[in-house]
């Protein structure tokens, strides 16, 4: 049986299945038992943080229970391995992961997942199926094409879980493109963003939201923050490809609110009962890192998003947090670097630099929330200012405020000589190629790199947005809606599609739409170091 086989098989193995190995743990065998009586996974399987030699699993369970995996190189599982897993309860709205560590490099993995009923511990849940692809070793002489896809951006502006359209579909074509892997560039919910029953679209037709209780509001309780997580997963598209494809998951703002920084505040938004702010980013961050198909961090710093994901001998993956050390938002002008200019601040910057300095790789990717030269508006302050929400600051002169910290990470990157370096984000809800040109900048002191922008995967569609021209970037390519926050039934929904080729090492950029089709390639040539 091979892979889709595998996973396209209409009936999904029985609990029994699993039962003769998991039984050799208990004191009494195991039984299985009327459906009804069994644990339930209805929010699916994850996997996540694929290395060569392991992957985070994930699921959510609807009771108190334990979590089982068994996993195998063969779709037919012989000779598995059984891991047990850790305990699902309320203190984490019943989710939990199992790191699978000693993995066979460049392997296919098929995996399993039950869950075992801790009020009856003979009673098992039916298994749930999964597959997912790893990394060859870094040091492998021998190198593996790499294909992966990436977009931001989910159930933003209203638009949620739309069945009349087939849900959010734009996930199973990413699915269909057979990526190692996926990663969600940010925006994973939209917990400011309510959703209705029914929208109005300007043709006089009415978009229709599947509803729960949780996303009818903004999010401000535990239980709002991941009943947003739980809404995604209802759609069958993003639960067929969680369980296909893994992920890598950053964050970016409206995880817990829409811009949010120390200058957030939210005593005007009526809206919201709770106003205090660090409490509303606790509440966010505990829901993503239950939800989040992620590798957890040591105990020093156990919610940190950023980290290294080596690929193999072809790519690096430098996934960064922009949100969690950012100064407040504001003008943006700061003459020099300080904590109210920080962006990913100091500590990420040199992790960041340290790591691109030691990579072997071909190609190294900086996974970015938010881009570097666009224009993204945070209102205006007290003083009829204008606050900027990323880097670009509208002064095309020489870098201010954030911009000197991204201006000397791309120094850095050019005096110690690291080739190869390109930049993938999303958040700005359209698709875009911007070749950065050190001859046309206003700062020069950095080697040329691209930026490649797609999404949003099922949101509203803005832009164009305007461009600072500090870095020198330029537009090569770009597609946005005419009108402003158009619905996903548009067709102006998007993902991008990086293959690099393990012979010639070329990295092929490819900005795709709702449908899959290609709109714009670029195939960039490795440089030597």
């Given at each position: 049986m091979d892979r889709r086989s595998f996973l396209n098989a209409t009936t999904l193995l029985s609990g029994a299945a699993i039962v003769?190995?998991?039984?050799?743990?208990?004191?009494?065998?195991?039984?299985?038992?009327?459906?009804?009586?069994?644990?339930?996974?209805?929010?699916?399987?994850?996997?996540?943080?694929?290395?060569?030699?392991?992957?985070?699993?994930?699921?959510?369970?609807?009771?108190?229970?334990?979590?089982?995996?068994?996993?195998?190189?063969?779709?037919?599982?012989?000779?598995?391995?059984?891991?047990?897993?850790?305990?699902?309860?309320?203190?984490?709205?019943?989710?939990?992961?199992?790191?699978?560590?000693?993995?066979?490099?460049?392997?296919?993995?098929?995996?399993r997942v039950v869950l075992q009923d801790l009020h009856n511990e003979r009673v098992l849940s039916e298994a749930m199926l999964g597959h997912l692809r790893l990394p060859v070793l870094s040091t492998s002489k021998v190198a593996r094409d790499v294909r992966f896809a990436w977009s931001g951006d989910t159930a933003g502006q209203g638009w949620g879980i739309n069945e009349s359209l087939g849900g959010m579909t734009i996930y199973d074509e990413i699915r269909k493109v057979n990526p190692d892997f996926f990663l969600h560039s940010g925006d994973t919910i939209y917990a400011d963003g309510p959703i209705t029953a029914e929208v109005k679209l300007p043709n006089g037709s009415m978009w229709h939201n599947v509803v729960t209780e949780e996303v009818s509001k903004v999010a401000e309780t535990m239980n709002e923050y991941r009943g947003r997580y739980r809404y995604n997963l209802m759609d069958a598209n993003i639960r067929r490809m969680s369980a296909d494809v893994p992920q890598i998951w950053q964050w970016d703002d409206h995880e817990v609110a829409n811009n949010w920084s120390d200058s957030k505040d939210f005593g005007p938004d009526e809206r919201y009962t709770?106003?205090?702010?660090?409490?509303?980013?606790?509440?966010?961050?505990?829901?993503?890192?239950?939800?989040?198909?992620?590798?957890?961090?040591?105990?020093?710093?156990?919610?940190?998003?950023?980290?290294?994901?080596?690929?193999?001998?072809?790519?690096?993956?430098?996934?960064?947090?922009?949100?969690?050390?950012?100064?407040?938002?504001?003008?943006?002008?700061?003459?020099?670097?300080?904590?109210?200019?920080?962006?990913?601040?100091?500590?990420?910057?040199?992790?960041?630099?340290?790591?691109?300095?030691?990579?072997?790789?071909?190609?190294?990717?900086?996974?970015?929330?938010?881009?570097?030269?666009?224009?993204?508006?945070?209102?205006?302050?007290?003083?009829?200012?204008?606050?900027?929400?990323?880097?670009?600051?509208?002064?095309?002169?020489?870098?201010?405020?954030?911009?000197?910290?991204?201006?000397?990470?791309?120094?850095?990157?050019?005096?110690?000589?690291?080739?190869?370096?390109?930049?993938?984000?999303?958040?700005?809800?359209?698709?875009?190629?911007?070749?950065?040109?050190?001859?046309?900048?206003?700062?020069?002191?950095?080697?040329?790199?691209?930026?490649?922008?797609?999404?949003?995967?099922?949101?509203?569609s803005f832009g164009p947005n305007k461009t600072d021209a500090t870095f020198g970037m330029q537009v090569m390519y770009q597609k946005a809606p005419v009108e402003q926050n158009t619905s996903p039934a548009s067709g102006m929904q998007f993902f991008g599609q990086v293959d690099i080729d393990a012979k010639t090492k070329a990295m092929t950029v490819t900005l795709k739409d709702l449908k899959g089709a290609s709109l714009y390639a670029k195939t960039l040539a490795p440089q030597r170091a």
């Open positions: 003769p190995s998991i039984a050799l743990a208990q004191t009494a065998p195991a039984v299985i038992t009327r459906d009804a009586m069994r644990p339930k996974m209805a929010h699916g399987i994850q996997s996540g943080d694929p290395t060569s030699d392991g992957a985070v699993i994930w699921t959510r369970s609807d009771r108190p229970s334990r979590l089982w995996v068994e996993w195998s190189t063969k779709s037919t599982f012989a000779n598995a391995t059984r891991v047990r897993g850790p305990y699902l309860m309320e203190d984490s709205d019943f989710t939990g992961r199992i790191d699978l560590a000693n993995l066979p490099a460049g392997q296919e993995i098929f995996y709770e106003k205090n702010v660090p409490l509303l980013v606790a509440r966010a961050t505990k829901s993503f890192m239950e939800y989040a198909p992620m590798r957890r961090h040591a105990d020093v710093e156990s919610e940190r998003v950023y980290r290294h994901l080596p690929q193999g001998p072809l790519l690096d993956m430098f996934v960064v947090d922009m949100r969690s050390y950012r100064g407040a938002n504001g003008p943006n002008l700061q003459t020099a670097e300080n904590e109210d200019s920080a962006f990913m601040g100091r500590p990420q910057i040199a992790w960041l630099l340290d790591g691109l300095k030691r990579s072997k790789s071909v190609w190294k990717v900086i996974a970015a929330d938010m881009p570097i030269s666009l224009h993204v508006a945070d209102g205006k302050d007290a003083e009829g200012r204008d606050k900027w929400e990323a880097i670009a600051n509208g002064d095309d002169g020489v870098p201010l405020g954030r911009e000197i910290e991204i201006s000397r990470l791309l120094s850095e990157i050019k005096r110690a000589g690291i080739k190869n370096v390109v930049w993938l984000t999303a958040d700005v809800h359209y698709t875009a190629a911007h070749y950065f040109d050190p001859a046309k900048a206003k700062f020069s002191d950095f080697s040329p790199f691209w930026e490649f922008v797609s999404g949003p995967l099922n949101s509203g």
